[in-house]
């Protein structure tokens, strides 16, 4: 057993080529932030990440490839979410409703309403987010 296999996984969107193009960002450094939604946490039963926790990020074949760990989590309405968090979300956005834009077709998406068990699902400026940031303390393999 390794140190890492004990640790919960740090998933980034579903498996395929969007996990594949944001593990790549976090592993080029590229990436020390993400979002997600409160209701997603909350459909699935799942605590928001805290301060200092670690986490395995897996890759599309669900192989571990790095050690992330929690350096900032913010609970805030997605109408707050500031240029400096997209940014560095490390996916090029250059403005806040670029990256609201691409946000919001994932968490429309049919995968998203079904994770959260509403299908027509909506974002809105009310609808709260779990911005987090965090850093790469390992890479594995």
Do not use: C, N
Not at 3 to 12: G, M, R, S, V, Y
Not at 101 to 126: K, L, Y
């Amino acid at each position: 057993m390794t140190t890492h296999d004990a640790l919960p996984p740090f998933l980034l969107a579903f498996p395929g080529p969007l996990r594949d193009q944001l593990v790549a960002a976090v592993l080029s450094g590229e990436k020390t932030s993400t979002t997600g939604l409160v209701a997603e946490y909350e459909a699935v039963g799942e605590e928001l990440p805290v301060v200092g926790d670690r986490q395995v990020m897996l890759d599309s074949d669900e192989r571990p490839v790095a050690v992330i760990e929690v350096t900032e989590v913010r609970v805030v309405r997605a109408g707050d979410v500031d240029l400096a968090h997209a940014v560095d979300e490390g996916e090029g956005y250059t403005s806040v409703a670029q990256w609201r834009a691409t946000h919001e077709t994932f968490w429309h998406s049919d995968e998203v309403r079904a994770e959260i068990g509403d299908p027509r699902f909506t974002v809105d400026d009310d609808t709260l987010v779990v911005a987090e940031r965090f850093r790469v303390v390992a890479r594995l393999g």
